[in-house]
């Protein structure tokens, strides 16, 4: 009688034990299966792009070239529409975007079609479309003195009406960025709406030290140069 009890209890015990690794199997599963669908809605929804040049300080680290190390990783919302003071990719589709044969550039949007902007020893100003007055526009949170001297002729630039459809852009490094302020391309200097691969968001550039080691680290992807040098 005590024989069969204990194999009883054995057999019990060893359908437990079954039983609590099929759960544990199924739950692995579940949560391998939702993260793959995460992932595959990650990756269609967002790029991640390398950094090249240093238009973007410091804001933004970039590599001196595409082959070479230092650049931050970040991640781009694809098709998405900007809006005032965003980080966008520009690209016009392997066809040069600026005058130095770069295809694709990485800067902020300071004004729209409508808009005029101008500024003032490194001072920006921009009276939106319909408005009468310029308003002063703040960019400590970006622009650093170190990057934006006040005596340098590019950080002085005369009034200018945005055409409709086109964006003005500008480097986060004032100093050293080519940008609607001194490209000339029909339009003086206005980019396209059209050209906007998608814009960085405020997370990505927030954790890019994260996503920069990540990326370095495991060498997920090879990197793609979208910044410039000027």
């Known amino acids: 009688m005590l024989n069969t009890v204990n194999t009883s209890l054995y057999d019990r015990s060893k359908k437990s034990k079954l039983y609590i690794i099929a759960i544990i199997a199924n739950v692995t599963v579940f949560i391998l299966i939702i993260l793959l669908i995460g992932s595959l809605f990650f990756r269609t929804r967002y790029t991640n792009v390398y950094v090249v040049g240093n238009s973007m300080m410091p804001t933004l680290k970039g590599a001196p070239t595409i082959y070479s190390e230092g650049g931050d990783y970040v ?34 949007v300071v ?23 310029f ?19 590019k950080n002085t630039f005369e009034e200018h009406t945005v055409a409709e459809g ?13 940008d609607s302020r001194n490209i000339e391309n029909g339009k003086g200097g206005d980019f396209p709406e059209s050209w906007v691969f998608g814009v960085v968001p405020d997370w990505s550039v927030k954790h890019k030290n994260f996503i920069t080691g990540f990326f370095t680290f495991f060498m997920v992807t090879l990197p793609k140069s979208l910044g410039i040098k000027k």
């Open 111 to 133: 004004a729209f079609g409508g808009d005029t902007v101008k500024i003032v020893r490194g001072q920006l100003y921009v009276k939106r479309a319909g408005e009468d007055e």
């Open 75 to 108: 991640y781009v919302e694809n098709n998405s529409k900007p809006d005032y003071f965003d980080i966008v990719i520009v690209d016009n589709g392997g066809k040069p975007v600026v005058s130095d044969g770069a295809t694709n550039i990485i800067k902020r």
């Open 166 to 178: 086109y964006l003005f852009l500008l480097g986060d490094n004032r100093d050293d960025s080519n």
């Open 135 to 153: 308003k002063i526009i703040d960019e400590s949170a970006y622009i650093f003195p170190e990057y934006n001297h006040p005596a340098l002729p």
